[in-house]
């Protein structure tokens, strides 16, 4: 086994039951062994500990999403909601749909004032922006995949929670940054504010949350979306204008869907269907950029960068006209995706110049989405695979704390078009199909993506970002089948996003600058970022062997069984 370790924090402390040995592992090339890639050493290291004990991928990615929800508080979490896709060895697919939902007193003019202006900060901060979560019902729904119980497969994430951790450097940043939004939106302590500034290697321990932990290891399902903690969620949205109600909890459901499938160059491509937008424009992408045998090209060279913006660029246009929960729209993806319809949407298409947004498609504004999502790949020995993206939306969520509980409550509602053609957090524009209704879910980016090679796990693959998320999977994808790069090179390479509105591409710091002159020339604007997304990634070769890679953006982290 190959690993190359990028940092290891050894911190002296008198309670050696506390987890302060923090190891980073970037990369490992292994056989025959499960792997997990999440964003935080701990919780990669939790779900890598199940799979020891003899769980399979499912119980591995249910122990990891709990343990995130401690080490990982900025979009880990039990207060939020997320998607699954799983392919198991036997050749089943299967996803589960565990995103939040909208209040039943939620209605689709909440956010708008009497004179019809919307107010983005009642959807984006505070107990108002609050949808149902969904990620503890996913993970219970996730049991029947599992070989091992839901006692075992929380009592990690229980452990961190208390005994307490030591926090890397990036995470005393952002408690320390996000301070005076903690004390704005919670009037009771909790344990992420503190008089001092949080330093790396401090220890934080969530007494709260672990009982709140324990509840559910007692009580299952229960334990959550009723009694103790269900009341307390719901007392806290009563101390301001909260609407989720403990019937809202109780009645709250998973969908299993079926999953979205398609061929890419004899690969197949398994993906989330709608309310996530993130299959549908995989697919659309591509397909496009199939048709201009982007292969010809090098990754990150002017012709195939062109290629790419051009079909993100299309697909983000259908994304704010058509995309929606299935359950209360009209479902139009096989024709979103098929051949005839993309082919005709790619006539527009010239090297010689940008496609201007008029030529795509009328211009409505796509609702923006946050980038503080998590995602974790896992594989096991036996060729399980499963990928999982969960969100609380912003960094943080809401900001709320539930008092008594310990956990963040998600922000989810922004990702609604809260008002047509208002742009949300993350400058997606939306239409009607994602208008608010009670019940109704939210429209996602999220991708969580698995891809088969002759009916087997060839990539198992996804990425936080918002709306740079399905395009950063695109780019991962073509990075390996087109441009033959190996996994490292796929994950740690600068990449570039669009998304039709606003018309500037995105690219991040030291993408290659004649490119992107050569671009600006033709017409595109051109923008600098810091980061887009955090991918976690695992190819297996034809001979079995497994090459996982933790993004080098973050503190992300591979463990191995």
């Not at 009592?155 to 903690?182: M, V």
């Not at 190996?486 to 591409?505: A, G, I, R």
């Not at 080098?552 to 069984?561: K, T, W």
Request: aromatic share 8%; proline share 4%; glycine share 8%.
């Amino acid at each position: 086994m190959k690993k190359i370790i990028i940092s290891f924090i050894l911190l002296s402390c008198s309670l050696s039951a506390q987890y302060t040995d923090i190891n980073i592992v970037k990369e490992v090339k292994v056989k025959n062994k499960g792997v997990v890639v999440s964003a935080h050493p701990l919780a990669s290291e939790a779900g890598a500990k199940i799979l020891k004990m003899g769980g399979n991928a499912y119980d591995a990615v249910v122990a990891t999403q709990y343990a995130l929800a401690v080490v990982y508080p900025q979009a880990g979490n039990i207060g939020g909601g997320g998607f699954l896709v799983g392919v198991k060895n036997n050749g089943e697919k299967f996803t589960l749909d565990y995103r939040e939902t909208a209040p039943k007193n939620a209605s689709k003019n909440m956010y708008l004032s009497k004179n019809g202006k919307a107010n983005t900060d009642l959807s984006q901060n505070g107990r108002l922006a609050v949808g149902i979560p969904g990620s503890v019902a996913g993970f219970f729904a996730t049991l029947k995949h599992c070989k091992l119980p839901m006692e075992k497969l929380i009592q990690p994430a229980i452990d961190l929670a208390e005994k307490g951790f030591a926090i890397t450097e990036q995470e005393a940043r952002l408690l320390n940054s996000h301070k005076e939004y903690f004390q704005k939106y919670n009037k009771t302590s909790n344990a992420f504010v503190k008089n001092e500034v949080w330093k790396s290697g401090d220890i934080l321990i969530q007494k709260e949350l672990a009982e709140t932990l324990k509840l559910i290891q007692k009580s299952g399902l229960k334990g959550f979306y009723e009694g103790k903690t269900a009341e307390l969620l719901v007392s806290e949205m009563k101390k301001e204008n909260g609407i989720i109600t403990l019937e809202d909890l109780k009645n709250y459901k998973v969908a299993e869907r079926k999953a979205l499938e398609f061929d890419y160059k004899g690969n197949n491509v398994i993906s989330m269907p709608l309310p996530s937008s993130g299959g549908i424009l995989l697919a659309q992408m591509l397909k496009m950029s199939g048709y201009e045998n982007l292969e010809k090209y090098q990754q990150n060279s002017t012709q195939a960068v062109q290629i790419m913006v051009e079909a993100e660029r299309r697909a983000f246009a259908d994304r704010a006209e058509y995309m929606g929960d299935p359950d209360f729209i009209q479902d139009k993806t096989a024709y979103l995706i098929s051949d005839d319809y993309l082919k005709n949407r790619w006539k527009s298409f010239s090297f010689s110049k940008a496609t201007p947004n008029s030529e795509v498609e009328k211009v409505i504004n796509q609702p923006k989405e946050s980038t503080e999502t998590t995602h974790i790949s896992v594989i096991d020995k036996d060729g399980n695979a499963a990928a999982v993206t969960t969100t609380l939306n912003g960094l943080y969520g809401s900001k709320v704390v539930v008092s008594g509980a310990g956990f963040f409550l998600n922000n989810e509602m922004d990702d609604f078009s809260i008002k047509p053609g208002v742009s949300n957090m993350f400058g997606a524009v939306g239409g009607e199909a994602n208008a608010i209704q009670p019940n109704k879910r939210m429209l996602s980016s999220m991708t969580p993506t698995i891809v088969l090679k002759n009916g087997k796990p060839y990539m198992v693959v996804g990425t936080p970002g918002g709306t740079t998320i399905p395009t950063s999977v695109y780019q991962s994808i073509v990075n390996v089948i087109d441009f033959k790069l190996n996994t490292n090179m796929t994950v740690n390479s600068p990449k570039f996003h669009h998304q039709w509105l606003p018309e500037t591409v995105s690219f991040e710091k030291n993408f290659p600058e004649t490119t992107i002159k050569d671009l600006e020339k033709l017409g595109y604007k051109a923008e600098r970022v810091n980061q887009l997304g955090r991918t976690e990634m695992i190819v297996i070769d034809d001979n079995g062997n497994i090459h996982a890679v933790a993004d080098g953006r973050g503190d992300d982290s591979v463990a191995v069984e």
